[in-house]
């Protein structure tokens, strides 16, 4: 059965091509700066937003239907793998990512989950060896059940955590035998609505507790890829603790956990939590923590989290920069964590989004490659700091001064010799190197 009918293979067409269905920047076999585009790009479906949501917002009720023409949950679940299937076929898309939610039916039970688990896992297997398709990452969904209400690892109930660990132990098991290279924790509700009824310090404790669990688990069990945490500062919960990749680095530090954990960073958290996309990915290069990219956009109009498909060029162009200059991606990728808007309701809709998302990274990753190979933004950045290759500032840096000795070249001194940051320069500069 074929379910996105009016979808053919898409195909690079290059930039004059008028047709919808074809990549106009796009092209997985063109080789840049040594790597194909397929290879720098690494895209990931998700299978939540793509094969499940259904345009329900808190205002309104479901415009999409995704049920696949079926009825049994079962029947469902796997009509939804065969569409997944058929869509990155179609696309282009050699990963995807899941919660153990989104792949099977979640019955009446934790250990009916568990049974369709293992049962969607090997259908699901055999549809990745049919159309050789590969898991990204896999991750458990510990925030939409009624009983993780107030958290899962960080729940006041200690039932809810030792059924978040139980849904945690089998999505671990669906990855590794699906042979993903990731897993992801993102706190769902692990935060709180009011400090009048939180222990702070236990929730975090517990939290550490259980991502240890999980890494011992995993580890035991053959799992050599990376765990992830995936920022965000708010939203269900008023305040997440895992609000941004600085404070994540602190949080894995304290409990001794950043040897096995990265980022995934998603660019609609990154603005929800005051910065922008680059930032996120910036610090996370920075302290060696950057793992894999949910590539979505917000709306800075909207003070939540639309995960719009991306098609904001200078956003992507930025970001492949940084993926760039981090060395490219090992076990992540890029998933495109987007949903179509609710009115955006046909089932060619889907597909037209992602060309969309997947243009956008192709021309930020050629945009990038041209700042990278222009020179003259890096060639800024290092002049402007280059009193620290010499005299004082090379002292400084290699810690072979001390206040004292600063005091005295201060005073022999007299004034400070300072240059301009040039912003609006490199701003223009950007645009001449983009634009061309
Ligand atoms: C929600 C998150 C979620 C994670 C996976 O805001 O982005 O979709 O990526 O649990
Ligand atoms: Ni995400
Ligand atoms: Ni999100």
């Given at each position: ?63 999409i239907d995704r049920s696949y023409g079926q009825s049994d949950p079962m029947e469902h679940a796997k009509a ?357």
């Amino acid at each position: 059965m074929e379910y996105f009918k009016k979808v053919p293979v898409i195909q690079f067409e290059g930039k004059e091509s008028k047709n919808p269905y074809a990549f106009k920047y796009y092209n997985p076999e063109s080789i840049v700066m040594g790597k194909s585009m397929k290879e720098h790009l690494k895209f990931a479906l998700s299978y939540w937003h793509t094969m499940c949501g259904n345009g329900n917002d808190p205002f309104g009720s479901a415009t999409i239907d995704r049920s696949y023409g079926q009825s049994d949950p079962m029947e469902h679940a796997k009509a939804k793998a065969d569409a997944a299937f058929e869509l990155m076929n179609k696309l282009g898309i050699e990963y995807f990512c899941f919660h153990d939610v989104d792949i099977a039916p979640e019955g009446d039970s934790i250990a009916e989950l568990k049974d369709n688990l293992a049962e969607i896992t090997g259908y699901i297997k055999g549809l990745m060896d049919t159309y050789q398709k590969k898991l990204l990452w896999g991750t458990a969904n510990c925030f939409s059940h009624p009983r993780y209400m107030h958290g899962a690892g960080t729940s006041c109930s200690a039932d809810s955590f030792a059924f978040a660990a139980t849904q945690i132990k089998n999505a671990i098991d669906a990855t590794i035998q699906l042979g993903g290279s990731g897993y992801v924790f993102w706190g769902g509700r692990e935060g709180y609505d009011t400090l009048l009824n939180t222990n702070m310090a236990l929730e975090q404790d517990n939290m550490a507790r259980l991502m240890k669990m999980a890494v011992d688990y995993g580890r035991k069990n053959g799992f050599k890829g990376d765990f992830y945490i995936e920022p965000k500062p708010k939203e269900p919960t008023k305040h997440q603790y895992d609000f941004d990749v600085a404070t994540v680095l602190a949080f894995l530090r304290k409990y001794g956990l950043e040897k096995d954990f990265k980022m995934n960073i998603e660019a609609n958290h990154a603005t929800l939590a005051g910065h922008n996309f680059q930032h996120e990915l910036r610090v996370a290069r920075e302290n060696n923590a950057f793992g894999s990219i949910d590539a979505n956009q917000g709306d800075l109009l909207l003070g939540w989290d639309t995960d719009q498909f991306p098609t904001n060029v200078y956003e992507s162009t930025l970001c492949m920069y940084e993926v760039i200059k981090a060395g490219g991606f090992t076990n992540g990728g890029l998933n495109f964590d987007a949903k179509v808007k609710r009115s955006s309701f046909e089932p060619e809709d889907i597909a037209l989004a992602y060309i969309a998302g997947m243009d956008s990274f192709a021309l930020g990753l050629l945009f990038a490659v041209k700042i990278i190979e222009d020179g003259r933004i890096d060639g800024f950045v290092e002049d402007r700091y280059a009193s620290y290759q010499s005299g004082i500032g090379k002292a400084i840096v290699e810690g072979k001064t001390s206040l004292e000795e600063l005091e005295k070249y201060a005073l022999s001194k007299g004034e400070v010799e300072i240059t301009s940051g040039k912003q609006e320069y490199l701003e223009t500069l950007l645009n001449n190197i983009i634009f061309g």
